[in-house]
């Protein structure tokens, strides 16, 4: 079997379907407040999760959580230099008007193959469920389509299903501490980040400046306007000014037929320790 590659013109996978190991466990929605796990052989299982209702809301909470053998990992809605990231599709559901994934901050893993974004052990992708008759219960069916890697990647598949009313779910503390985790959307201003070009070069050098005390371990990445970029991860670069750290990364990964002279916003992740904040800054 061989594994996942991707090229700075796109994804693709390097093996036949058939080959793939995929055991895929379907059940029947159910009322309490987790699924039975999906599992994919030994090396993943996948389920959904239920969170209690905010009082007053007209939206409900479940999470998607996938369980990863040892030295596994699976990846982030942009995976980096190498991998896919995960797909979710919820079409099979009941009263549902609209489901939002929301991704955890993830963690940095360099290997021969360069830099590549995701998660170890355990991850709960947090779900916004919009009802389409707000006040009845929501039959949530997801099926989902993910990359799991160790030395080498395979994909994995699995279905869940489960009923969301909005009750008290002994899952809460798991889907409010997953949600802990997702970056906070907030302004470049309140981060202090700035972006511009270094340099004229056919594929310029990025310089991004933000402001951060020294010391705390900070993690930078950026991601395009839309899903077919695939910028490389910034790496800390010298000459911020005092009080700032900088980053640099060269534009390079854009879709074909978008200069890199051109103007557009560029999406930032900051990890900053525990806290991570989610940004977007125009490119002049």
Request: charged share 15%; proline share 10%; aromatic share 8%.
């Amino acid at each position: 079997m061989t594994g996942i590659r991707k090229s700075r013109s796109g994804y693709r996978a390097a093996w036949p379907l058939a080959a793939a190991v995929l055991l895929t466990l379907a059940a029947p929605a159910r009322s309490d407040d987790a699924s039975p796990w999906a599992n994919n052989g030994n090396d993943a299982a996948l389920r959904l999760i239920a969170g209690s209702a905010k009082p007053n809301a007209t939206t409900l909470r479940a999470g998607i959580e996938i369980k990863l053998a040892p030295g596994w990992h699976t990846y982030w809605r942009y995976p980096g230099d190498s991998g896919v990231p995960p797909q979710f599709d919820f079409s099979g559901s009941q009263n549902l008007g609209h489901a939002q994934v929301r991704y955890p901050a993830p963690h940095l893993y360099t290997d021969e193959t360069g830099n590549t974004l995701g998660y170890t052990d355990d991850v709960i992708f947090p779900v916004i469920v919009t009802p389409q008759q707000p006040g009845k219960p929501v039959e949530l069916h997801v099926k989902a389509d993910y990359a799991i890697c160790a030395k080498l990647c395979v994909p994995a598949r699995g279905q869940a299903a489960l009923t969301l009313s909005g009750g008290n779910s002994s899952n809460d503390a798991l889907l409010t501490a997953a949600e802990a985790h997702v970056p906070k959307i907030v302004p470049a201003a309140e981060l202090g980040l700035t972006v511009r070009r270094a340099n004229d070069a056919a594929k310029p050098l990025i310089a991004v400046d933000l402001k951060a005390p020294a010391g705390v371990p900070l993690q930078v990445f950026v991601e395009g306007p839309t899903a077919e970029w695939a910028l490389p991860v910034p790496q800390p670069a010298a000459g911020a000014p005092a009080g700032h750290r900088r980053f640099g990364f060269v534009l390079d990964g854009l879709p074909p037929g978008i200069s890199p002279k051109g103007h557009f916003d560029l999406i930032f992740t900051v990890v900053e320790g525990d806290a991570a904040y989610q940004t977007t800054a125009h490119l002049d």
